[in-house]
């Protein structure tokens, strides 16, 4: 099976602008997690979808939003960029087991770099 | 709230000999689930090993082994035989069984001497 991709890896951004972040999950997984990873912060959970649906958000502001299309396929959305919001954006798919995802597997990361 | 605790920013070994590096977290819960990821330089994270916390069986995986102390809140790594491609960034996470978060630990970096 292929693996996560995220698209693209790479972003440069200057603040004010917005940015849209892609994940296609491994085959067959619908959950689709979203972290922030900086070297101040660590790793940060910003939300997690199943079926189209958000069903955990993390403690970030309501710039940072996302969804889940019918293909298990989901895009994160970051508007009014601040330089802090310069980070690697990992993208992670599971498939629950009953009600709950179990282990992550995660993508390549896209790296954005607000200027 | 869930915590993780990675107290080694840094640990180094030579290569073929073992290490072990160390993570506490703290939960009021029973039902969770540990895990091990890699990160090397690449960025992309590797799962390296799991655990869940109602099996008292340490998980082991090839080199990888853990030592879980479920009452002390201990989640070591144990990787046997080190080898160059183990050089990377070592995360211990935590995930409730009734949530989809992972909470992450500060990571280690590991050091493989030739």
């Known amino acids: 099976k292929a693996g996560v991709t995220q698209t693209p890896r790479y972003l440069i951004k200057t603040r004010g602008q917005q940015v849209t972040l892609s994940c296609s999950p491994i085959?067959?997984?619908?959950?689709v997690s979203w972290y922030q990873q900086t070297p101040g912060q660590g790793l940060q959970f910003l939300f997690e979808y199943f079926s189209e649906t958000q069903r955990n958000k993390g403690n970030f502001p309501g710039r940072f939003s996302g969804r889940q299309f019918s293909n298990s396929r989901s895009e994160m959305n970051v508007s009014t960029l601040e330089l802090g919001d310069s980070a690697l954006y990992l993208c992670?798919?599971?498939?629950?087991?009953?009600?709950?995802?179990?282990?992550?597997?995660f993508g390549p990361g896209t790296r954005l770099l607000v200027l | 709230a869930q915590t993780v605790t990675q107290s080694q920013p840094e640990m180094s070994v030579q290569e073929a000999e073992t290490v072990t590096l160390s993570c506490t977290y703290d939960t009021s819960e029973s039902d969770y689930y540990l895990f091990w990821y890699k990160q090397p330089p690449s960025r992309q994270m590797i799962l390296v090993i799991r655990q869940e916390a109602y099996k008292q069986q340490n998980a082991t995986e090839n080199r990888f082994s853990v030592n879980f102390q479920k009452a002390a809140k201990s989640f070591s790594l144990k990787i046997s035989d080190s080898q160059l491609g183990d050089a990377a960034m070592y995360f211990c996470?935590?995930?409730?069984?009734?949530?989809?978060?992972?909470?992450w630990g500060a990571g280690t970096k590991l050091i493989i001497k030739p």
């Open positions: 085959s067959g997984h619908r959950s």
């Open positions: 996470a935590y995930k409730r069984d009734s949530n989809y978060q992972l909470i």
């Open positions: 992670a798919s599971s498939e629950p087991k009953g009600q709950v995802a179990e282990t992550q597997y």
